[in-house]
């Protein structure tokens, strides 16, 4: 069993950044591939990112590269997400995940263990 948390979640406006974090329970966090996705309201759940166990490969949307980046530090079992240069569509719960049998570094539809999700809200 993970248990994922995140936090991070705020009102930013357009062009802003956030960053995103996402604690981890258990011993086994470099284990898992960490994924981000992410819902807006009336919409269907995203992919945003995903890392893998050892963080030394990385995949993202197209919709966020170049302004997203993901990262993870094994040692405290946390992945961030850094937001930047923010746009209103933007705007959604973001959820972070993890899955320990991503092989490959694609777009991910689902995962094993979610987090309850952060807000985003970004202001035009």
């Known amino acids: 069993q993970v248990q994922l948390v995140e936090s991070g979640g705020g009102l930013v406006q357009a062009g802003g950044s956030l960053r995103l974090s996402c604690a981890a329970s258990?011993?086994?966090?470099?284990?898992?591939?960490m994924v981000w996705f992410r819902q807006a309201p009336g919409k269907e759940r995203e992919f945003v990112t995903v890392?893998?166990?050892?963080?030394?490969?990385?995949y993202y949307a197209n919709s966020v590269k170049g302004r997203f980046t993901i990262s993870r530090d094994n040692t405290k079992n946390t992945v961030y997400l850094q937001m930047n240069s923010l746009k209103p569509e933007d705007t959604a719960v973001y959820y972070c995940?993890?899955?320990?049998?991503?092989?490959?570094?694609?777009?991910?539809?689902?995962?094993?263990?979610w987090g309850q999700g952060t807000q985003v809200t970004v202001s035009s």
């Open positions: 995940a993890a899955d320990s049998r991503i092989l490959v570094l694609t777009t991910i539809r689902d995962a094993e263990y």
């Open positions: 258990g011993r086994t966090f470099s284990r898992y591939a």
């Open positions: 890392i893998s166990g050892r963080g030394d490969s990385t």
